[in-house]
């Protein structure tokens, strides 16, 4: 259920910054009590790229209430199916993949909020009120002030529409998708210097402009502090695969530092340093 005193949304109105990460494997009811004691502020459960269903998220979502950390979903695409399910188990929010305009966080918005401001349905018999009946009115009016919505842009046609996408009213984060932008933009993916980095820029002082929260998710967190000064401020580090990889990786390396007799495996190609 919402809690307006741990809102993502107030925290972004009022200028602070807040971290967390995409979830692409984990499936534990116990992952909202790991994350808030590593200090996340919010996960992202990737329904685009990853196999999560509806029956996995209604296992793991009740694990987040109470805790400062707080559950968004990645929907595939903007479809009235893939809202509605999401936002009745309690996600704090919405991660919209590819927003190429303005019609399309219109779209957004009006599958995500109550009327009058939506076209959301409503059902207090589900998970996201504990399944307890409400006051109508005040609970609406709660959740449409209360929802994030991000809308990631992440191609050419994206960053062609820029100024149309976060003019629309409502819209909370504007996502940077730069390695998909890369590849629309026809560039490497390169955030040291070149077209991507200034395109990133671009994208973020636009949206800070507006009162928009820029966001982005970073392989690299040495990155972060480059880009908090253009308006970055919803900030993923990487995923729960990647920092499980990371950790048990640390582990071994520790291992084999010991024992130099050990087997060590081939060597692995160097990653993406980018975000």
Same mark, same amino acid.
């Given at each position: 259920m919402l809690n307006p005193t741990i809102s993502l949304k107030t925290s972004l109105k009022n200028g602070g910054a807040v971290a967390g990460i995409f979830v692409c494997e984990i499936r534990s009811p116990n992952l909202a009590p790991l994350l808030d004691a590593a200090g996340y502020d919010f996960a992202i459960f990737d329904m685009e790229h990853?196999?999560?269903?509806?029956?996995?998220?209604?296992?793991?979502?009740?694990?987040?209430?109470?805790?400062?950390?707080?559950p968004l979903v990645r929907v595939p695409a903007v479809r009235r199916e893939f809202f509605q399910s999401v936002l009745d188990i309690g996600v704090a929010g919405i991660?919209?993949?590819?927003? @190429?305009? %303005?019609?399309?966080?219109? @779209? %957004?918005? %009006?599958?995500?909020?109550?009327?009058?401001?939506?076209?959301?349905?409503?059902s207090f018999g589900c998970p996201h009120t504990l399944f307890q009946g409400q006051d109508r009115d005040a609970y609406t009016r709660m959740a449409n002030d209360n929802l994030v919505l991000v809308a990631q842009i992440e191609t050419q046609k994206a960053l062609d529409n820029l100024d149309s996408i976060l003019a629309v009213p409502g819209l909370d984060v504007a996502f940077i998708g730069n390695t998909d932008l890369a590849i629309s933009m026809g560039h490497p993916n390169n955030l040291v210097e070149g077209p991507v980095r200034d395109a990133v820029r671009h994208i973020l002082k636009s949206a800070k402009a507006r009162g928009i929260a820029g966001g982005g998710n970073f392989v690299n967190p040495e990155f972060v502090g480059q880009f908090y000064e253009d308006g970055l401020r919803f900030i993923s580090l990487d995923s729960d695969i990647e920092r499980l990889q990371a950790g048990l990786q640390a582990g071994m390396d520790t291992l084999r530092a010991g024992l130099p007799q050990y087997a060590k495996p081939a060597a692995q190609p160097p990653k993406n340093s980018n975000f």
């Open positions: 990853c196999s999560y269903t509806m029956h996995d998220l209604s296992y793991i979502i009740p694990g987040f209430r109470g805790f400062r950390c707080q991660v919209v993949p590819m927003v @190429e305009s %303005a019609e399309d966080v219109r @779209e %957004a918005l %009006a599958m995500m909020k109550y009327p009058p401001e939506g076209r959301r349905g409503l």
